[in-house]
């Protein structure tokens, strides 16, 4: 079956950096647009960034110039490179892999960015 699994959340101080990784298994890797999605306490999930078979990008306006997804179709990897945290990024994060009507999920690592 599919899996998503993600690693690298931690507590770390405002203005410093984090990269969080997931590791899919069971799927086409290659074919699957993959995405990182965050959810803070009482908020609504929302997409953080997304890169898709071809490698375009999109992120939101709120990570532009701080965050940077990128993929490893040869390990099936996808990671998120977050520079200049702020307090406002704290979250669970969630991996995601989409193609048609197919999506998986991670079971989400926390980010928290606090002094």
């Known amino acids: 079956q599919v899996q998503l699994v993600e690693s690298g959340g931690n507590l770390v101080q405002p203005g410093g950096s984090l990269t969080l990784s997931c590791a899919a298994s069971?799927?086409?890797?290659?074919?699957?647009?993959m995405g990182w999605y965050r959810q803070a306490p009482g908020e609504q999930r929302e997409l953080v960034a997304r890169?898709?078979?071809?490698?375009?990008?999109k992120y939101a306006d709120s990570v532009k110039g701080r965050f940077t997804i990128s993929r490893d179709n040869t390990k099936n990897t996808v990671a998120l490179q977050m520079d200049s945290l702020k307090p406002e990024d704290t979250a669970v994060y969630y991996c995601?892999?989409?193609?048609?009507?197919?999506?998986?999920w991670g079971q989400g690592t926390q980010v928290t960015v606090s002094s």
């Open positions: 995601n892999a989409a193609l048609g009507n197919s999506g998986y």
């Open positions: 069971g799927l086409i890797f290659s074919a699957y647009a």
């Open positions: 890169i898709l078979p071809g490698g375009g990008t």
